[in-house]
């Protein structure tokens, strides 16, 4: 029963569910848990999933407002950068593992990570740290940063991300992107983010001479799962989220979209679940929510609110 569901889903083992009549012992009929039950069932590790978790995993599209909680990776340790400058990094938890784990115990319902050091390096750097990640959540990770080949998006997946993120070689070689969408169905993320307008590349130390608009609309049809914009004049400097470019590329394609960079405080989960932004699949946090400007519980109750 189990492998029959795994085959038919996209789910890694690490994510392996039961489907059965369990709600009457209080575990619900739908429940994810890790690979400790295949041998056998530890209901302590298993839990209902969310709405929204359900419909990553059984459903064609969710257009629901996810708030991504940000883990960026520079040596080891969470950090946030200013306008991506490495030099300007404030360490915010040397245990990245713990800090996936706090984000879950918060209420998250996935996860957004980037290897920083990779992103600039073109290769992961902090393996071992996004590895101790997805042994410390149970949460939907996605990572971002140095991932450059098909062989590398394989191994990533095949450690249990839900989603790889891909940048550089969204740019450099759209083809690879489509092929690794063919290859791994709604596990493919494009990273595009846009300095002046136009999309920065190899950690944010190039610019092309795209715009972010044409970038996407080359992925238009792909199979890609979203399209993470970050707007880089905004990101780490807390001065609001770009809502009108962000929507603006949502209007002109059909892959969702995930707004970043600059998400600075209630303002911008209120501004979330206005009408216009129903067409976005929601929004990255970083400095907001580790300085406390954005209350976990405050945010994730008004974004339940508006799915319902
Ligand atoms: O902050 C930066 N300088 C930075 C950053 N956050 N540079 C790249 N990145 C992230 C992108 C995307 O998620 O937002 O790295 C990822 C892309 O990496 P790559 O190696 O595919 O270009």
């Known amino acids: 029963m189990l492998s029959a569901?795994?085959?038919?889903?996209?789910i890694h083992p690490r994510h392996l569910y039961v489907l059965g009549p369990k709600s009457r012992a209080g575990i619900p009929a739908f429940c994810v848990g890790d690979s400790t039950l295949k041998s056998a069932p530890v209901w302590s590790r298993v839990r209902k999933l969310t709405t929204v978790q359900l419909l990553f995993f059984f459903g064609d599209k969710c257009y629901l407002m996810i708030l991504y909680?940000?883990?960026?990776?520079?040596?080891?340790?969470c950090v946030r950068l200013k306008l991506g400058e490495m030099s300007e990094a404030t360490v915010y938890n040397r245990d990245p593992a713990a800090q996936a784990k706090a984000f879950e115990e918060?209420?998250?319902e996935w996860l957004h990570v980037v290897d920083l050091n990779g992103a600039f390096a073109g290769a992961s750097?902090?393996?071992?740290?996004?590895?101790?990640?997805?042994?410390?959540?149970?949460?939907?990770?996605?990572?971002?940063?140095?991932?450059?080949?098909?062989?590398?998006?394989?191994?990533?997946?095949?450690?249990?991300?839900a989603r790889?993120?891909?940048?550089t070689v969204a740019v450099r070689d759209p083809a690879l992107v489509r092929e690794?969408?063919?290859?791994?169905?709604g596990k493919i993320a494009v990273g595009i983010d846009a300095r002046g307008g136009k999309v920065a590349v190899e950690g944010w130390a190039e610019t092309s001479d795209l715009t972010a608009a044409e970038l996407a609309k080359r992925f238009e049809g792909a199979g890609v799962a979203a399209i993470i914009y970050t707007d880089i004049d905004r990101d780490g400097v807390l001065t609001g989220i770009?809502?009108?470019?962000?929507?603006a590329l949502a209007e002109a394609v059909s892959i969702?979209?995930?707004?970043?960079?600059?998400?600075?405080?209630?303002?911008?989960?209120?501004?979330?679940v206005k009408p216009d932004a129903a067409k976005l699949e929601g929004a990255i946090s970083g400095r907001a929510l580790y300085d406390g400007r954005i209350d976990p519980k405050e945010a994730l109750a008004m974004l339940r609110k508006a799915r319902a």
Do not use: H, Y
């Not at 909680?69 to 340790?77: M, Q, R, T």
């Not at 790889?164 to 940048?167: D, K, M, R, S, T």
């Open 5 to 10: 569901c795994c085959r038919k889903s996209p």
């Open 69 to 77: 909680p940000a883990i960026d990776l520079k040596d080891g340790e």
């Open 106 to 108: 918060q209420g998250f």
């Open 125 to 161: 750097v902090n393996g071992a740290a996004v590895e101790a990640i997805l042994k410390a959540t149970r949460n939907p990770v996605q990572l971002g940063g140095g991932i450059r080949s098909l062989e590398q998006i394989e191994a990533w997946l095949e450690r249990g991300l």
């Open 164 to 167: 790889v993120i891909l940048g």
């Open 180 to 185: 690794a969408c063919g290859k791994f169905p």
């Open 242 to 247: 770009n809502w009108e470019a962000t929507i």
């Open 256 to 272: 969702p979209i995930i707004a970043s960079g600059g998400l600075a405080s209630m303002a911008d989960i209120e501004r979330m």
